[in-house]
């Protein structure tokens, strides 16, 4: 198919293999990859690549399960070009590639409070997809806009209304991919707002499998919200909590496993097939849902085709 695409300046590679690109490392190769060098290399490829030919935005791949098949067409990653971090009074404009704890730092050092995405795995494109948020704040509590391509190289500007912010999910056009994103925050200390972050990681450190080939939480929190990381935080209606009166921390399924620090983590212990992660989440799914009645929603995208031998 590489011969159909429009000629970049960027690099475009054939059956990459985009295990090699997620952090749970599984799954098959995107039939083509695009590492774009710059916003026009990005937005003339857009505007001229044919229109039957779908795309896929990529982050980091700290949320995604690529199956194992695969994924057709072109999968789109963002790098250095896509990265800056700039700060302007109590905005944060932030590349669709930088990652949320470079962000939340950056920030700090400039004396401003967006604290909550240092524990968030990924990169801001994928926040704002998202609507990420943890300890009681959200990216719809702190987004102005953010700016993207459309599947035909349009250049738009999204407000927080466009996006239509939901518990763990936004609306974004079909096609389109996130560049940048601007943020408002309120002022603080930054010795203040470094030692609130170290807490912060700390407390994650302490309760979660960090150093586990893991994509964060895998279930939405059944009652629609994070943890506020507060002591009168009840537990009845987290994802964790339903799993684990399900009987299912520690589960495996081949090489995937919920971890038993913390059973909303689906790991990969070493050998998992995207197809052991995928089946072992739905069989948690199944047996929550026969001892509580309630359906657990994934957090982590799925994508791609299902191999032959799946």
């Known amino acids: 198919m590489i011969e159909q695409l429009p000629n970049v300046r960027g690099r475009l590679t054939s059956g990459r293999a985009l295990s090699e690109l997620t952090w749970l490392r599984v799954g098959g190769p995107a039939e083509v990859l695009f590492q774009p060098a710059d916003l026009d290399d990005l937005q003339s490829f857009l505007r001229d690549l044919p229109g039957d030919i779908p795309v896929f935005p990529m982050g980091v791949g700290s949320n995604l399960i690529v199956r194992d098949g695969g994924l057709s067409g072109v999968v789109i990653r963002l790098g250095r070009g896509f990265n800056a971090t700039e700060i302007n009074g109590n905005r944060v404009t932030a590349g669709a590639a930088a990652l949320d704890a470079q962000v939340a730092r950056k920030a700090a050092a400039a004396g401003l409070d967006l604290t909550f995405l240092r524990t968030i795995p990924g990169s ?33 500007v999204l407000s927080a209304e466009d996006l239509q912010f939901q518990y763990r999910q ?15 925050a309120e002022g603080g200390d930054p010795e203040a707002l470094e030692r609130k972050m170290a807490d912060q990681i700390a407390k ?28 009168d935080d009840v537990h009845d209606l987290k994802a964790w909590k339903v799993i684990d009166d ?40 199944k047996k929550v849902f026969q001892h509580s009645g309630i359906e657990l929603e994934w957090e982590i995208m799925r994508i791609g085709e299902l191999s032959l031998n799946d």
């Open 124 to 156: 801001i494109g994928g926040a704002v997809c998202m609507n990420a948020g943890c300890y009681g704040s959200y990216v719809a509590d702190h987004l102005v806009s953010a700016r993207a391509f459309l599947r035909d190289g349009s250049l738009v």
């Open 170 to 184: 936004s609306t974004l056009p079909e096609g389109a991919v996130l560049i940048d994103a601007v943020f408002e």
């Open 204 to 231: 994650r450190d302490a309760s979660q499998p960090t150093k586990d080939r893991s994509a964060g939480s895998t279930f939405r929190n059944p009652a629609g919200f994070s943890s506020t990381g507060q002591a």
């Open 246 to 285: 399900a009987g299912m921390r520690g589960a495996t399924i081949g090489g995937a496993q919920m971890s038993p620090k913390h059973s909303n983590f689906l790991v990969n212990t070493g050998d998992a097939s995207a197809a052991d992660l995928e089946n072992l989440g739905e069989e948690v799914r």
